[in-house]
């Protein structure tokens, strides 16, 4: 099935270092969710995109809904060691219902 | 409870075996979805059910795997003659099924085959 294109694959910072990661789509998308993910458990939302060019942010988490509509990016600020976990962004596709895609994933280690 | 139950949270059986997996959605939830996570890897979607629509099985991977919804609610996964490599923890998921519906997860079943 049709996967997003999520990068980087994974990252290694320092706690209070910024992150940025991005989800790119070959189709455009009417819907962009962030998802974490610890290790046992299922994902947990973040945020979620509805509209071209919105901007939202959760605390120190900000998503941004791409213009074009192919792509979306999480920035994480000053990030702590509970940030750690796999970051997944979803999409779906416009006018095709109700199917979610998702990306392969961002793994995020913050070393202390 | 408030969100998305499954069971069995671990489920390990010989190459060949049915198994069963079982989702019970958030109440009001009309949309349910299964996905498969392979170790390491991202969400591989199976299968989408929204309200009394015929479901979208546009990812089940082959004709040993099925699904079914009871009452438009709880879901179960069957899959048949089980192989190794569908090893993974399979995620269920609901949501609301509108146009901002975002989809809540349940912690997953991991399943082992032998």
């Known amino acids: 099935g049709q996967q997003l294109n999520q990068s980087p694959q994974s990252m290694f910072i320092q706690e209070g270092e910024d992150v940025s990661m991005n989800c790119t789509s070959s189709?455009?998308?009417?819907?962009w969710l962030w998802y974490k993910q610890d290790p046992g458990e299922g994902p947990v939302l973040l945020i979620a995109l509805y509209k071209a060019g919105e901007l939202t942010s959760n605390g120190r988490l900000t998503a941004q809904f791409g213009i074009t509509r192919k792509d979306s990016f999480l920035n994480i600020s000053a990030s702590i060691p509970s940030d750690v976990g796999i970051y997944f962004c979803a999409g779906r596709r416009h006018y095709t219902g109700n199917q979610f895609y998702f990306g392969t994933g961002t793994s995020l280690t913050v070393i202390p | 409870g408030a969100g998305v139950s499954q069971s069995p949270s671990n489920k390990v059986t010989e190459k060949g075996k049915d198994v069963e997996l079982r989702c019970d959605p958030i109440s009001g939830h009309t949309a349910l979805y299964w996905y498969r996570q392979s170790l390491g890897q991202g969400l591989e979607f199976l299968i989408y059910?929204?309200?009394?629509?015929?479901?979208?099985k546009s990812g089940l991977p082959s004709d040993r795997f099925s699904a079914e919804r009871t009452g438009g609610s709880v879901s179960t996964l069957t899959i048949q003659r089980t192989q190794q490599e569908d090893s993974a923890v399979y995620l269920c998921?609901?949501?609301?099924?509108?146009?901002?519906?975002?989809?809540?997860f349940g912690e997953g079943s991991r399943l082992t085959v032998l």
């Open positions: 189709s455009i998308f009417n819907t």
């Open positions: 059910f929204q309200g009394n629509s015929a479901p979208d």
């Open positions: 998921a609901s949501s609301l099924g509108t146009n901002t519906g975002e989809l809540f």
